[in-house]
Structures are given as structure tokens and as C-alpha cells.
């Protein structure tokens, strides 16, 4: 009798504890049902762990924590330690060409197959793809009076670095070695997605600054409000670069970890005939940063000029470069969230 009286204790014990939970449980969610915990965002390696709007669908981008970079004599590419890094131009000669720039210590314009230097500066679509660009080799600086025609993907000069030509985007057709290491994980921004970050997004979107001593522009992430780190200026293109200086202890420790962007000027790398030699010059007197993207523009010469979001001192906006320039590119992985 005892034994029985202990069972059904037990068993009313048992139902009492089902009920109670029953009680407890949480209510539906009708943006969550069954009040399950949602799936967080994963961050690429490589990546700023922010993530920016690049359209009006709502498509989201994390951009990659440096400009890209490669070492033609181990062909590797890989992203900049440092979101301020950028490598310039040297001073030079050989026989077809005379190379000059102002920033001696730096390798952009000594590029050659077998050169153990870093370069980031890039012509464009120079993935390395055969299929793209006749001048494919990201080291690659053509003498050639002729020289836009090696640009133009598939003989058509409206092709842009996407569909079934989008191997010749850096990202896409190669393994980044910081990256991921693995190839078709990173993408170039289209000139309409430069032009939806800077542009288009509401709230907080940039802001000029000098960090670690490198000009630039801070992008700033979807729903900034500034308890990282007060930013003055924001949203004003004509600003100044020292409207915000920052060390790399500040960048590094709060900027950064907060999903903020440094874009460094970086200049560009022009190609000229000038009294029987070929000039190769860096341009970065002015503190432009220059930054490719995946469209191209179709003029009715015989220049070929792609699209570029272009940042100097007095201004923010998408232009065109000549695709034989070499430009900075910024790489940009797209979110689990779209």
C-alpha cells in the first residue's frame, strides 16, 4: 500500500513540474517562432566585423580589414596588416621605362613577374584570369600606345567583372591567404553598390580622418552612433583629413572592433610616353583614394575607362579611370543575413 501511495505521489510531482514549465514557456514570436534562439551573423576571416547596406533590397556586405595585396614571385595574395597600410611608389629606372613617385620606400611601380615586393595598386580585371583581360597578370604595367585594348573582357568593352566574367575580379578568382584562403569568397563592389555605401544609406555613413598618419575615409556601419568613439564631421565630404586623428592603439582598440572601415588614399599609377621613355608615375601629392569597381563605362573613343569611387580633399564621389591606371581595391564578402 505504502509502494502505491509513493507512485502517485510521484506522479503528480511529475505532472505539477510539466505544467509549471508549461506556464513558463515564452510565447510565440511571430518574427521568431517557437522562441528559438536566431542565428548570428558569421563573420568572414578577414573581415571588420560590421556590416554595411549595399542596396534597396536590403543586401549587406562585411568588407575585408585591409586593400589587397600581392607578391608576384609567390603568387599570393593576401589583405594589408593594418587598414591604414598602404604601399606606394619607388623611385627607378630600366631601359623602356623611367619610374618615379614619392614614397621611396614602397614597390607599386618596380611590379614584375618575379618580384618579391608587395604591390596595391591594380589595372583592372588583372585577376590573373586568362579568360579576362589580355593583360591578365595583376603585375603587369603596359608601354603600349595602344595600351586601353588589353582591357576589354570577351571584345566587348561593355563586359564588366561580373557574370560570366567574373573570374577576372581579384577576390573572385583567387584564394586570399588571410582571406579564407579559399578562391570565389570575396567579391569587388559594383559602382552602384560605392555609390549605395557612401551614399544612399541613412544615418552615419563616413567621415574623413588621419589614422596611424595615413589620409582617408572612415565608413562607418549600418546604425552608428558614435558611444564607440565620438567622430566629428560626419557625412560632410568636403571636410578636412584631420577633422578626426586617430593612433593605431584608438583604431585598433575601439574603431575597428566596432565594425568601422579605414579606406587610405592610396593614389594611382598612370602611364605616360614622354621624350622617347615611358613615364610611370604614382600620383599621391593630392591624398586621393581611388578605388575600383566591377563596371565598366563605354565612351565613344577609344579610351576605356571603368568606374571608380573616387575620395580626395574637397570631395566624394563615383568616377571613371582608364583601365590600364593602377587603383586600389577593396574586397567585400557578402553577409548570410541577405
Not at 588589353?150 to 564588366?160: E, Q
Request: proline fraction near 4%; aromatic fraction near 14%.
Amino acid at each position: 500500500m505504502k509502494r502505491n501511495s509513493t507512485i502517485a505521489w510521484m506522479l503528480v510531482t511529475a505532472m505539477a513540474v510539466f505544467f509549471a514549465a508549461g506556464c513558463t514557456e515564452k510565447p510565440d514570436n511571430p518574427e521568431n517562432p517557437g522562441g528559438e534562439t536566431p542565428e548570428e551573423p558569421t563573420v568572414p576571416t578577414g573581415a571588420v566585423d560590421g556590416l554595411f547596406t549595399i542596396n534597396e533590397q536590403g543586401g549587406k556586405v562585411y568588407f575585408s580589414k585591409g586593400n589587397l595585396q600581392y607578391q608576384a614571385s609567390t603568387k599570393t595574395w593576401r589583405f594589408a596588416e593594418h587598414q591604414w597600410d598602404q604601399v606606394g611608389g619607388k623611385y627607378g629606372m630600366n631601359d623602356n621605362a623611367r619610374y618615379w613617385g614619392n614614397v621611396p620606400e614602397s614597390d607599386n611601380t618596380l611590379a614584375s613577374a618575379d618580384y618579391s615586393g608587395w604591390q596595391d595598386l591594380f589595372s583592372w580585371g588583372t585577376s590573373g584570369w586568362s579568360g579576362g583581360v589580355s593583360a591578365c597578370q595583376p603585375y603587369e604595367i603596359l608601354t603600349d600606345f595602344e595600351v586601353d585594348k588589353y582591357y576589354i573582357l570577351g571584345g566587348d568593352a561593355s563586359n564588366g567583372l561580373v557574370g560570366q566574367y567574373a573570374n577576372a575580379d581579384w577576390g573572385v578568382y583567387n584564394a586570399i591567404s588571410n582571406g579564407g584562403n579559399k578562391a570565389g569568397m570575396w567579391r569587388t563592389l559594383t559602382s552602384d553598390e560605392w555609390v549605395y555605401v557612401f551614399e544612399r544609406r541613412s544615418g552615419s555613413r563616413f567621415c574623413k580622418a588621419q589614422v596611424e598618419g595615413a589620409n582617408g575615409m572612415i565608413l562607418l556601419p549600418d546604425g552608428w552612433d558614435n558611444t564607440a568613439y565620438t567622430l566629428k564631421n560626419i557625412n560632410r565630404a568636403n571636410g578636412s583629413w584631420t577633422d578626426n586623428t586617430l593612433d593605431a592603439s584608438t583604431w585598433t582598440n575601439q574603431l575597428e572592433p566596432a565594425g568601422a572601415v579605414f579606406l587610405p588614399t592610396t593614389g594611382k599609377r598612370t602611364i605616360a610616353n614622354m621624350n622617347s621613355y615611358w613615364d610611370i608615375h604614382l600620383d599621391l601629392d593630392e591624398g586621393y583614394g581611388l578605388y575600383w569597381s566591377t563596371t565598366p563605362k563605354v565612351l565613344s573613343y577609344a579610351t576605356y575607362v571603368a568606374y571608380q569611387y573616387n575620395f580626395h580633399k574637397s570631395n566624394a564621389n563615383l568616377d571613371t579611370g582608364v583601365r590600364s591606371q593602377g587603383l586600389a581595391v577593396r574586397l567585400v564578402q557578402d553577409s548570410n543575413e541577405n
